[in-house]
């Protein structure tokens, strides 16, 4: 193991983790990144957070926070701009390939596979974006509420924050079995 930015500890000297320039990311040593996601710059990630593969986290122009818990499924990009950070709060479901770009994440919430969330877009607290929803400049999901459609639409208290719970649950037991069992085999 190797230190990365921050004093953290890298797990895996396969994973694809850069500095640019005087950026360094900062992983917390229990999060699980996988040998075929791309770390880039300005990014935290923080204690228990999975980050599976294909995913690529790239803060360069801007800040990258996720939270503890939170898992970033297969095929997501997260990137920021100059102006907008991209936060992704405790607890939280990023579903397979996922678009997420200076937006805010509250903690507890699940953004679906294929989704979309821009710029100054806030997903708050315990609110749901559907599979493939598209989350326009600006827009607020409120608390447990649903996104969905395109562009999304609000659907007042349909979100489930038992199935967020048990989901985000889900991959940080995930992310503990594959930082012990993985291993590759070629």
Known sequence: ????????????????????????????????????????????????????PGVVLR?????????????????????????????VGDDCVIGHIVHLEGCVVEDGSLVGSGSIVLHQARVARGALVAAGAVVGNRMVVPERAMALGIPAKIREGAASQELITMAAAHYVENGRRFRKDLRRLD
Do not use: K
């Open 1 to 52: 193991m190797s230190a990365t930015g921050g004093g953290t500890i890298r797990q895996d000297g396969n994973v694809a983790i850069y500095a640019l320039g005087d950026l360094e990311p900062s992983i917390d040593p229990s999060a699980y990144v996988h040998p075929d996601a791309t770390v880039i710059g300005n990014v935290t990630i923080g204690p228990e957070s999975t980050v599976w």
């Open 59 to 87: 803060g360069d122009h801007g800040r990258i926070v996720i939270g503890a818990r939170t898992s970033i499924q297969d095929g997501t990009v997260i990137h920021t701009t100059a102006q907008f950070p991209t936060i």
